[in-house]
């Protein structure tokens, strides 16, 4: 199957952009490599993020030919998103990195084959997890959400709650870096990261942004 992209929800409504194949060795080289961006990012993020306004649903689909990289030809990428989808105010690359290896990890799990769903909608704290981080009195009160979802073989809850800690890894050969440094950019983008997931029915993870004023 060749790696393709679905788009919903939006003026792209029901549109299909056919990617082109890749091979399993280039999906490896590169994935080795936005892990490596990644870090970079990290580091810089330790910084305040510059203020730019983004549109999450133009970054990913500006990151199309980047995610079907990172997630193989077997892999069909769907997007749903609103008209009135929120901007948020940070750094683009390295949100985009965050983007990559959340990409990543669900491919993987899925070892390489099926549908991967990226939701993006406005969110008030109120609708998201019961967590101190999201719920705390001096919390954003308006959000935008990302969410990367797959159908792969989950992770039980002692992995769930571990899921974030460095070194921590439920895959043979990772480094356990991944949602590590994914959590660090978005902390630092005064944002918030929770993980659902259960063994055999898949993997959620959200990320809620504050919505720019």
């Not at 969110?123 to 159908?151: F, I, K, M, Y």
Request: charged share 20%; aromatic share 4%.
């Amino acid at each position: 199957m060749r790696g393709k992209f679905r788009f919903y929800g939006t003026k792209s409504e029901g549109e299909t952009v056919p990617m082109g194949g890749v091979s399993s060795n280039k999906q490896g080289g590169d994935s080795v490599a936005w892990l490596s961006a990644l870090k970079q990012q990290g580091s810089r993020a330790r910084r305040a993020p510059r203020g730019a306004r983004i549109d999450l649903y133009r970054l990913v689909r500006n990151s199309c030919a980047a995610l079907q990289a990172v997630t193989g030809a077997g892999v069909e990428v769907q997007v749903t998103a609103p008209e009135d989808l929120g901007r948020v105010k940070g750094h683009p690359s390295q949100l985009r990195q965050v983007l990559m290896s959340l990409a990543l990890n669900a491919a993987q799990a899925m070892d390489g084959q099926g549908t991967l769903r990226i939701y993006l909608t406005n969110q008030d704290p109120e609708s998201g997890p019961d967590t101190g981080e999201l719920r705390a009195p001096d919390a954003p009160t308006d959000h935008v959400l990302l969410e990367v979802a797959d159908h792969g073989r989950g992770m039980d809850p002692d992995a769930v709650a571990r899921a974030f800690e460095p070194g921590f890894t439920t895959k043979a050969g990772g480094n356990g870096l991944g949602l590590f440094l994914v959590r660090d950019v978005v902390r630092r983008h005064g944002g918030v990261v929770h993980t659902e997931s259960a063994p055999g029915a898949g993997t959620t993870v959200l990320v809620y942004l504050p919505r720019a004023g």
